[in-house]
């Protein structure tokens, strides 16, 4: 799931994406409203409160909420620079590269947040939440051509609502073309999102409330390991095909 081919892909593989990017995000996203009240995710929303405090002029809330959209665009940036630098190397662990460096980065702040937690740092770790945010759904985004994507269920919900409108209309038709099937498999991908993001948000508030930052430390682990694995398979998988073309 975290490997991009030659060949289409799957809605099964983009469901399995979705199953796990989608429900961390989710999860991330509710630990960081209860440790620090926002959302890393959300920027729908920072970036109305962001016009908001421009209105009012209050330049310290300006800066506050700027940053963290700064730092969302920032982080889908840097993915887009990882994946293009990866197609033009040939390197197709690429995706599971930016998994790993993410989850390490998460699991690094969380370990900050566990031993050193302070008020004073809550903006800068926000912003840096945030980051990874963008990091996230860029990746995610760009792995499944567009068709998942792991923190925007405004824009998901949207496109489950037109694919639902496409299954409606090609079941009064009584339609069995391919395309109506293409559109029930999307819609099936589009809820799996959903329903993946919305899980990791009530099971991460709760994780929350029971362990703290643990929980988020947990999410950073989670994502060393599914990466960590991607790229032991691919590499055994490798492996056994060089050895079958020796020995054939």
């Given at each position: 799931?975290?490997?991009?081919?030659?060949?289409?892909?799957?809605?099964?593989?983009?469901?399995?994406?979705?199953?796990?990017?989608?429900?961390?995000?989710?999860?991330?996203?509710?630990?960081?409203?209860?440790?620090?009240?926002?959302?890393?995710?959300?920027?729908?929303?920072?970036?109305?409160?962001?016009?908001?405090?421009?209105?009012?002029?209050?330049?310290?809330?300006?800066?506050?909420?700027?940053?963290?959209?700064?730092?969302?665009?920032?982080?889908?940036?840097?993915?887009?620079?990882?994946?293009?630098?990866?197609?033009?190397?040939?390197?197709?662990?690429?995706?599971?590269?930016?998994?790993?460096?993410?989850?390490?980065?998460l699991t690094?702040?969380?370990?900050?947040?566990?031993?050193?937690?302070?008020?004073?740092?809550?903006r800068e770790?926000?912003?840096?939440?945030?980051?990874?945010?963008?990091?996230?759904?860029?990746?995610?985004?760009?792995?499944?051509?567009?068709?998942?994507?792991?923190?925007?269920?405004?824009?998901?919900?949207?496109?489950?609502?037109?694919?639902?409108?496409s299954v409606?209309?090609?079941?009064?038709?009584?339609?069995?073309?391919?395309?109506?099937?293409?559109?029930?498999?999307?819609?099936?991908?589009?809820?799996?999102?959903?329903?993946?993001?919305?899980?990791?948000?009530?099971?991460?508030?709760?994780?929350?409330?029971?362990?703290?930052?643990?929980?988020?430390?947990?999410?950073?682990?989670?994502?060393?390991?599914?990466?960590?694995?991607?790229?032991?398979?691919?590499?055994?998988?490798?492996?056994?095909?060089?050895?079958?073309?020796?020995?054939?």
């Amino acid at each position: 799931m975290l490997i991009k081919l030659k060949k289409e892909r799957s809605h099964t593989e983009d469901r399995k994406l979705a199953l796990w990017l989608a429900t961390t995000a989710g999860l991330l996203n509710a630990i960081a409203l209860g440790a620090f009240g926002f959302f890393p995710s959300h920027m729908t929303g920072n970036s109305s409160q962001f016009s908001t405090e421009v209105s009012s002029t209050d330049w310290r809330d300006i800066l506050y909420f700027g940053s963290f959209i700064l730092a969302f665009v920032g982080g889908a940036v840097l993915a887009r620079l990882c994946v293009i630098w990866g197609i033009a190397n040939n390197n197709r662990l690429i995706f599971c590269q930016i998994l790993l460096f993410e989850g390490m980065l998460l699991t690094a702040l969380s370990l900050y947040e566990i031993y050193f937690h302070a008020f004073t740092s809550n903006r800068e770790v926000v912003t840096a939440l945030c980051g990874l945010m963008g990091l996230h759904n860029s990746t995610s985004t760009q792995l499944s051509n567009g068709r998942v994507r792991s923190t925007h269920i405004t824009g998901t919900l949207t496109d489950a609502g037109i694919s639902l409108a496409s299954v409606l209309f090609a079941m009064l038709r009584r339609d069995y073309s391919k395309d109506a099937k293409a559109q029930r498999s999307q819609l099936n991908t589009h809820l799996t999102t959903i329903f993946s993001f919305i899980t990791g948000g009530i099971v991460g508030l709760t994780l929350f409330k029971w362990f703290g930052f643990h929980a988020m430390a947990a999410v950073g682990v989670i994502l060393v390991a599914v990466a960590v694995m991607s790229i032991v398979r691919v590499k055994k998988r490798i492996r056994y095909r060089m050895v079958s073309g020796v020995q054939s």
